[in-house]
């Protein structure tokens, strides 16, 4: 592809791919969504009620977990999906990006080196060196289907020399990160069908070259997928829909790409129609537990022109809403959920929230979480449409 060439999302081409996902505990059809059980668990729900919304998949964070209860103690008690009563495919992100943020916010807590990231734990003040094969080395304890290469994430918004220098430490990084993953897979004597997938990451900024630089660097290693690095947003909130495509365009075709952090049900859709399969986020989870609904306007989302996509498909609103005290009706007429189909009226949840019981935040996060899944099982019919 030529420098300054257009890959807007209105292109033909390299978009909607089938992939499937063969990981040790399940296959999984691309797009799919993944809610972030950041610390082995979404928040307030077991897994009973998170299968019964239509999620296959969840994401758990490296960092986090090596805090507490520490990687070691997760492996024996049986690995994270005995951990965490989940039979489910399960990613695990290196803790980059929250290692990153911790520094950022005070450098007193730590600093970059080319080795690895030093920092202090914000819970204790526990002092953490972690490497690109440590992090790689944790991934395998917690026992994950897919695990994230450590990056040097930087915000779109920093210095281009500093970016730059950071997507060529990402690279290096990276080969140690593969290094080290093939070295675990010998040691722990893995079965072709056990092997956990392998991610890369693609860091750059909002510059053309750097991404291409990034892809470069890392595509002889031979990962499994790649995953955008920094946000797809800007300081504003506006979509970076220029770099977004332009990144997943120079991807191989037979490899997953992941759109960490997407996002809004508008970003999910304009991210898919720009070639990547996979998603992850707080916000349904996040949302719920604040009392936002998510709620489908029309069942169908014309998805044929493009250019034209926006938000008029979808609505949110706020349970709290002093109009919904009285109201009869549960979240979403024609949703499915489990807290649609009992008839949870909108005027008992809001009561539960308002007198903090926790059965509320509960209810709202188990329907957000089935209208992520109902966006997934409509991409994926387009993509069956489309082929």
Known sequence: MKEGEDT??????KKLRFVSVSTKNGTLETPFFMPDATRATVRGLMSEDIRQAGIEALVVNTYHLLLQPGCDRVEHLGGIHSFM??????LSDSGGYQVYSLIHK???????????????????????????????????????????CLDDPRPNEAPREEIEKAVERSIRWA???KEEYEKQCRLRALENDKI???FGVIQGGPYRDLRKKNVEGIQEF???????????????????????????????????????????????IRCFLAGWDMFDCVIPTREGRHGRIFFFKKEEINLNEPTKIDSSWYDTFSVMNKKYQDDTQPLEEGCDCHTCLSRYSRG????????????????????????????????????????
């Not at 009563?85 to 399960?90: A, E, L, Q, T």
């Open 106 to 148: 005070n450098s007193g807590l730590g600093k970059v080196t080319e080795d690895g990231v030093e920092f202090r734990s914000p819970l204790n003040g526990s002092k953490f060196f972690l490497t690109p094969e440590k992090s790689i080395a944790l991934q395998f304890e917690l026992g994950v289907d897919m695990m994230v």
């Open 85 to 90: 009563k989940w039979k489910g495919p399960i």
């Open 196 to 198: 956990p997938l392998l």
């Open 222 to 268: 031979d990962f499994d997928g790649y995953g955008f690095g920094a946000r797809h947003i800007d300081e504003q909130g506006n979509f970076l829909s220029d770099i977004i495509s332009y990144t997943a365009s120079i991807l191989p075709q037979d490899k997953l790409r992941f759109a960490l952090g997407v996002g809004t049900p508008l970003d999910i």
């Open 8 to 13: 807007s999302i209105n292109e033909e081409e």
């Open 348 to 387: 008992y949840i809001q009561h539960l929230f308002r007198a903090q019981e926790m059965l509320g935040p509960k209810l709202a996060t188990i329907h957000n979480l089935r209208f992520f899944s109902r966006l997934m099982e409509k991409l994926r019919k387009k993509k069956t449409e489309k082929d």
């Open 175 to 177: 080969l140690r990160c």
